[in-house]
Every structure is written in C-alpha cells, then in structure tokens.
C-alpha cells in the first residue's frame, strides 16, 4: 500500500515537472520577421511585416528611435485594446501578428523601430527594423521635368530664328537677282 502510494506521487512530480517545462516552452516568445532593414522613398508606405509567437494574453508595442529621440508609436493585444498615439494615428495599422503598417512616409521617420512583446508573466523579448527613407526622386523629377522645358523651349527659339534667318536671306538674294535682271543674259534666268 506504501509502496503503490510512493510511486504515485513520484509519477505526479515527474508529470508536474514536464507539465511545467512543457508550459515554460509554450511561454516563451518568439518574434519572426523576414525583413530587418528597409528602404523607402518619402510618400511612401511601409509594411513591417512580423509574426509573433506567444501562448495567452501577450501585448505589443512599437517603439521608433533615432539619435535621441525616442517615443513610443503604439501599443495593442491581439483581440484587444489598441492605443496608438496621437502623432501616428492616421498612419499606423496595427496587426494581431505584430506587423505595423506606417503610410506617408517623411524624412524624420528613418531610423530604428523596435517591437516589444511582453506575456502576461512580464517576460518580454525585442526585436529591431532600421527604416531608411530618400528624399530624391520627387524633387529630382521635378528638376528634370523643369530643364526638359526649358530645352525645349531654347530649341523652339532657335528653330525659329532660323526659319526667319533663312526667309530674310532668300528675300534678300531674291531682290539682287531682280537688281541684276537687266544685265544679265536670258540664260542665266533659268530656274535652278
Ligand atoms: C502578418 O499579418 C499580415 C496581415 O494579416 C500579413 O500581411 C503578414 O504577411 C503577416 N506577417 C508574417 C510574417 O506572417
Ligand atoms: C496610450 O498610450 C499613451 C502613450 O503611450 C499613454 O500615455 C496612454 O495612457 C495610453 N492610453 C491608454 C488608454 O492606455
């Protein structure tokens, strides 16, 4: 009878302690993203695309940084609350995955974006995205469309002076001809 009970409780403690590390696997967080750095060009969206790995109630949140700044962009539990701050409201869609869509990009949002996930234990894990944004093609296109005009209208200039040219000199060797006229032998009035 002893003996039975002791074997009981060793299998319980053995039970308990996989039921234990088994909890402690499916506790721990995992955060997958494909993409760690981006490029995009002022205007644009981008899609920080992640997939979060955490069993139960688990929150996310975004944190933007570069040089000193730092600020917090939002905070949400998949299936929950959601609260992102005022200055990215508009721009920012927040996903049960962890993912973060940022539209209409400007300069000052390049530098690093961090994703905190924290389980309802308090454990936490983090991982970086660095977010590069150019300023160039906008202001370059509308350089070049401005040089494409004046181009052009140099070209336009030319081509009439010297259409004008070429009618003032026909004119001018038109009225010698007729000067010679008299002078000159019924031969040399063929047409050319
Ligand atoms: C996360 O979810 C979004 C929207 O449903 C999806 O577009 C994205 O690909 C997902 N990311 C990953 C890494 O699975
Ligand atoms: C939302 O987030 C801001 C800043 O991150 C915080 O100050 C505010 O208390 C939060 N609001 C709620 C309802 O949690």
């Not at 995992?30 to 995009?40: A, K």
């Not at 109630?57 to 962009?73: A, C, D, E, L």
């Not at 924290?118 to 894990?125: L, P, R």
Request: include cysteine; aromatic fraction near 10%.
């Amino acid at each position: 009878m002893w003996h039975f009970r002791l074997w009981d409780v060793q299998d319980v403690a053995v039970f308990l302690s996989i039921a234990l590390y088994m909890c402690h696997l499916a506790g721990a967080i995992s955060i997958h993203s494909p993409q760690r750095s981006l490029t995009r060009s002022v205007q644009e969206d981008v899609f920080f695309s992640v997939d979060v790995n955490c069993s139960g109630i688990h929150t996310i949140q975004w944190t933007f940084m570069s040089g000193v700044v730092s600020r917090t962009i939002g905070t949400w539990q998949p299936g929950g609350f959601t609260n992102i701050t005022v200055d990215y409201s508009s721009r920012v869609q927040p996903h049960d995955n962890g993912s973060m869509g940022l539209s209409d990009l400007r300069l000052q949002d390049g530098g690093y974006y961090v994703i905190t996930v924290t389980d309802a234990t308090g454990n936490s894990k983090d991982a970086g995205h660095v977010l590069k944004v150019n300023e160039v093609l906008y202001e370059d296109l509308q350089y070049l469309s401005v040089s494409a005009l004046a181009l052009a209208c140099i070209a336009g200039l030319l081509m009439l002076a010297m259409w004008l040219l070429d009618k003032v000199y026909r004119r001018i060797v038109a009225w010698r001809r007729r000067k010679q006229m008299p002078e000159n032998d019924a031969t040399e009035l063929q047409p050319l």
